[in-house]
């Protein structure tokens, strides 16, 4: 089964830019992947930030990001806060009505 | 607004089997997909499957292929989640997720703790 694989962990400052890259073991991220991006502290349910590659779930800051770069998905923070210090996950469809999360990033704000 | 409340945490025996439950409000329940995903201790976020509410189709990862069921009850607006054979792997906090037609859970019941310890 494909493996969707993100970076393990970000340092950024405050203030300071970060992008996080989700990649799918068996080929390129497309549109059509429909990438999903969600954050998460520990303990804590799980927040819908970006889904459809773009598009900012309701309430979320513009500092968040979502694109496409190269065969990869992306998530940018612009202008980190230290409340953006958690866990981040993309999520890939995979085709056939089949998904997978990526293993994750810990995004650190120092 | 939309809401998704879970069932209470349970404790099990290996070999036993758990449903958990996630009741919806806020939205029409039939209109769409509900997903469910775990996440063990100290792990990351695990794509369990997904059911239509509309036609009771359902969906799995492969893993959980022959030991997952999801079903629904659309007079409570409510899906459920058996997970049969439990093991000591299985011991997680499974959360429901309603998908917002565009191919990614937009909102999140609470989450409810399994733990499956002898």
């Known amino acids: 089964q494909a493996v969707v694989t993100q970076e393990p962990s970000f340092s950024v400052s405050p203030g300071g830019t970060v992008t996080l890259t989700c990649a799918l073991s068996s080929g390129s991220v497309s549109t059509r992947s429909y990438p999903s991006w969600y954050q998460q502290t520990p303990g804590q349910t799980p927040r819908t930030l970006i889904y459809?590659?773009?598009v900012r779930s309701s309430g979320v800051p513009d500092r968040f990001s979502g694109s496409i770069l190269g065969n990869k998905a992306a998530l940018t923070i612009t202008g980190a806060l230290a409340d953006d210090e958690s866990d981040y996950y993309c999520?890939?469809?995979?085709?056939?009505?089949?998904?997978?999360f990526g293993t994750g990033t810990r995004v650190t704000v120092l | 607004q939309v809401q998704l409340v879970q069932s209470g945490a349970e404790v099990k025996k290996p070999g036993a089997s758990v449903t958990i439950s996630c009741q919806t409000s806020?939205?029409?329940?039939?209109?769409?997909?509900m997903h469910w995903v775990r996440q063990a201790p100290g792990q990351g976020l695990e794509w369990v499957g997904q059911i239509n509410p509309r036609g009771d189709s359902t969906r799995l990862a492969q893993k959980f292929q022959g030991r997952v069921t999801m079903t629904r009850d659309t007079s409570t607006s409510t899906v459920y989640m058996d997970l049969h054979s439990l093991t000591s792997d299985d011991t997680a906090v499974y959360y429901c997720?309603?998908?917002?037609?565009?191919?990614?859970?937009?909102?999140w019941g609470q989450g409810t703790l399994v733990t499956v310890s002898s």
């Open positions: 459809n590659t773009n």
């Open positions: 806020g939205y029409t329940f039939s209109t769409y997909f």
């Open positions: 997720g309603r998908d917002g037609s565009l191919y990614a859970a937009v909102n």
């Open positions: 999520a890939l469809y995979l085709g056939q009505a089949i998904y997978a």
